[in-house]
């Protein structure tokens, strides 16, 4: 693979990289293209890195979410992989909903993002389209606390149900265990 | 609300108590029961007036006379409500559960049956007993650390894990790995799916009743997990394969030791296929016990052998391939039926793939280096310390603060011997990951379950189970 791509010599190339091509879908990519057509307001974006396969990334809105992975369903994507949560923190919007999906007749894969913001967390539930998706968002809501509507069953699934908070938050301390043995040790 | 505290070590009164006030045969009447609610559930009473000097201070007991067990055992009141006859309903349907420490659930997982008989008419799998929060560990580890902490997620395949974090890290900091580093990597992580397989199949046999199965595997397993002690230095948990290359080149005499790990499992694999393929008892409970289909399969997010026996043709090794391996030949074998015993005859074919690609990385294993030569990411040559101070604050640097990637996303797969290991990691510019996730195989797998299991009955879901061969610290991590 290494010898197909360009070799980069300062890894700081990457970020440009990704910036020339946020214009639009990769015109040598007919599958992107023809979504891209239906949904104008959708950012799509690509990244080559130096090993492995080129990353396409398309950033949608909330309310466009369903719809769009309706037709990304349609246009060969059959199989699920991932749904996975970023907490940005100081960013408008705070979250990041990422949803991986594959082709394997096509042999390629897309990302698909949705901002979230951090005071109405919540999120179109996928679970109708993908039926993986259900573990996955009840994972995203466990440990994130981003809400899927219309999810089936939206419960804690790897924490205990009484649990207080969503650990993979930012603002969210790991914490500490108090050190049993404090005091000085007597010398003989 | 109390004046008097009552948990001061060694100095617990006698308490003086007014017992509530009530009929003598120890039944309350109503002032009674709602004094003793008001002190044993609200909590408005003072609440020494029961308690007892011990030396950890003073604890306090219920009064007997409200305890409705104690009642009952001491023969003043009587508990005949227990056969409650509206209750009972006229059909079968009962709520079995299974696990967590079930031996046949392979770990940790818990499964609710809803059982009609002996029909499976629901079933919910019930994770997170394993979990230990490996992923905000994750943020906390540097890029040189995080491998410890990957690596014990699928406890069964340590090298996979590796391999995907560092792969998913060298995407983001550009470098290149030498083609012999490369190559140790297949060679590592292809013997540690055969272990893993060697595994499974060992367990597999042991939950359908091939009692034999399990000592053979264990033992060819062994071979394998010798020759990593002697790689590596550990059996588990590794940490070998790290950003920029490997932690140390393979030790003279690593062709031999390769070839003996042939001959033991090679010929193993020969016997168990005469054990297993013609026992009439194992077909029965294999054939056509847990189908998935390829749709299913799809929809699902199930990859690896599992979705391989349901005759999806997709490898990550074929698809987007990765560490070289694209130079070597190999088959992915397909299953027809999905069943568990497709998937039994897929990875016993897989581990003889396996072996054809490392019979090829030991005939072309490349000379050089064993990782990458940019200082920024591997810690100088401990000779080169004392000659240079260029390197001693590179060693410094590397190991204080670690090295720092460029911002950015990245999403890597590999194939574990489960199916499709990924790692989405974000940096935002720093030496430790912003977000590490990982997109764990058996968590994919352990949610198709009740697709697989409903309207079957209950021994098939030891054999399905097993079958899927899902590992509990993949899926709660």
Known sequence: MAEETTPREDPQEMDEIVEETAAGPRPNDPILAGLAEGFPSVVFTSFNPLVGPRQDTATVSRGELISFVGAVKNAGFETFIDVCSVDHLNRDPRYDVVINLLSMKHTQRLIIKVGVPGDDSTVPSISQIYAGANFYEREVWDLMGIAFDGHPDLTRIVLPDEWVGHPLRKDYSVGSVPVQFKGSHKSS | ?477
């Open chain 2, 1 to 477: 609300m109390t004046d008097t505290p009552h948990n001061v070590e060694g100095d617990a009164q006698a308490p003086t108590i007014e017992p509530p006030t009530g009929s003598t045969d120890g039944s309350l009447d109503a002032a009674g029961r709602r004094r003793a609610h008001d002190i044993w559930v609200a909590g408005t009473e003072p609440r020494d007036w029961i308690a007892h000097a011990t030396d950890e201070g003073a604890q306090e007991m219920l009064p007997r006379d409200i305890d409705p067990a104690l009642r009952i055992q001491s023969g003043i009141a009587v508990d005949d409500d227990y056969v409650d006859e509206p209750t009972i309903i006229d059909d079968e349907r009962q709520i079995l559960n299974m696990g967590p420490q079930h031996p046949a659930t392979h770990g940790v997982l818990r499964l609710h049956l809803e059982l009609d008989g002996e029909t499976i008419l629901r079933i919910k799998p019930i994770i997170g007993y394993l979990h230990t929060g490996m992923e905000k560990t994750a943020e906390t580890l540097t890029y040189m650390q995080g491998g410890t902490n990957v690596t014990r997620m699928d406890y069964l395949s340590p090298l996979t894990n590796e391999l995907c974090y560092s792969l998913a890290v060298e995407q983001l900091l550009g470098v290149e790995i030498p083609p012999r580093a490369q190559a140790i990597r297949i060679l590592m992580t292809e013997l540690n799916r055969i272990a893993s397989h060697l595994i499974w199949v060992a367990t597999f046999g042991m939950d359908i009743g091939a009692l034999s199965m399990m000592i053979y595997g264990f033992r060819d397993r062994e071979a394998i997990l010798a020759f990593f002690e002697k790689v590596t230095g550990l059996r588990m948990n590794h940490n070998y394969i790290r950003p920029g290359g490997v932690a140390a080149d393979l030790p003279e005499g690593w062709e031999e030791d390769v070839d003996g790990i042939f001959d033991v499992v090679g010929a193993g694999l020969d016997d168990y296929q005469d054990l297993l393929n013609g026992n009439p008892i194992f077909l029965d409970r294999t054939r056509g016990v847990g189908v998935l289909t390829p749709a299913e399969a799809q929809a699902y997010g199930v990859t690896g052998p599992v979705a391989r026996a349901s005759g999806v043709n997709f490898d990550l090794r074929k698809a987007f391939p990765y560490s070289g391996i694209e130079q070597y030949e190999f088959d992915v074998p397909l299953g027809k039926h999905g069943d568990t015993l497709d998937r039994y005859l897929v990875r016993m074919e897989e581990m003889r793939q396996s072996i054809r690609i490392v019979e090829q990385v030991l005939e072309t294993m490349p000379p050089g280096d064993y990782r990458t030569d940019d200082r920024k990411v591997t810690p100088p040559p401990r000779k080169r310390i004392d000659e240079s101070m260029e390197a001693l604050i590179h060693h410094f640097k590397l190991f204080t603060e670690g090295f720092k990637a460029p911002a950015g996303e990245v999403y890597q797969a590999v194939e574990s011997p489960r199916g499709e290991l990924g790692m989405y990691l974000v940096s935002k510019g720093g030496s430790k990951p912003w977000r590490l996730h990982v997109r764990t195989p058996s968590f994919a797998t352990v949610q198709a379950l009740p697709v697989m299991m409903t309207d079957q009955i209950v021994p098939d879901v030891i054999a399905t189970l097993a079958s899927l061969d899902p590992v509990l610290g993949d899926v709660d991590r």
